[in-house]
């Protein structure tokens, strides 16, 4: 003897359930720890590595990213390794690795222990822009291609309805990006620039 149901019976979407730093007041808000790190600082051949934490770190699940730096940029050139790089990679990283809007976020909150990405982002990118990238000084600005790819993925987000903030932590606050951006420092030297895009989870 054969059982129906009266009507159909909703299954699950099939999609996974994955933590993630949410904000408490807005389940659209959504936090991405960040950092660059350099090993050796001052030494002949310092090594850099950068890293994201976009969700708790559980047994048998990995939400994180780490590498280390490359010495190609995003456009192609090669550029001198830096604390300073390392840290805007990170943050590019992240904007790039999933598409955090299909997720349902609004607003993408890029958490850094660095003054340098904030301050750049947030005072000192306009000027630039209207001078040709320049300094106030004529010089050129450092990791102009960095800068100019966080731009472009900043434009490329507010297209797909995300926002993009950042958010000035102190480094205590920062120790799991810290750790595994060290650990990415010391990983196989990586020549050219390569994407890290995350389907799952």
């Known amino acids: 003897m054969s059982w129906a149901p009266d009507s159909p019976v909703e299954l699950a979407d099939g999609r996974l359930v994955c933590a993630r730093f949410i904000r408490v007041d807005d389940p659209e808000s959504f936090l991405i720890y960040t950092d660059g790190a350099c090993l050796g600082n001052g030494q002949v051949e310092p090594k850099r590595g950068w890293a994201f934490v976009f969700g708790p770190q559980e047994p048998n699940t990995t939400m994180s990213v780490n590498e280390r730096l490359e010495n190609q940029g995003p456009l192609g ?3 001198n390794q830096t604390s300073n790089r390392a840290e805007l990679r990170a943050i590019i990283g992240a904007l790039r690795y ?5 997720e349902g976020f609004t607003t993408l909150v890029l958490a850094t222990d660095s003054e340098y990405v904030v301050k750049g982002a947030t005072e000192r990118i306009r000027a630039w822009l209207r001078r040709g990238w320049r300094k ?6 450092s990791n102009v291609d960095m800068w100019q790819v966080f731009l472009g993925e900043v434009e490329r987000w507010h297209e797909y309805g995300v926002k993009i903030q950042l958010w000035k ?4 606050w920062n120790t ?3 750790r595994l951006a060290k650990e990415g420092a010391q990983l196989d030297e ?3 620039f390569k994407e890290r895009l995350g389907i799952f989870p």
């Open 77 to 79: 050139d090669y550029a």
């Open 169 to 172: 932590i102190p480094r205590e």
């Open 190 to 192: 990586e020549l050219t």
């Open 136 to 141: 106030s000084d004529g010089a050129v600005v």
């Open 98 to 102: 999933r598409n955090w809007a299909s």
């Open 176 to 178: 799991e990006a810290d």
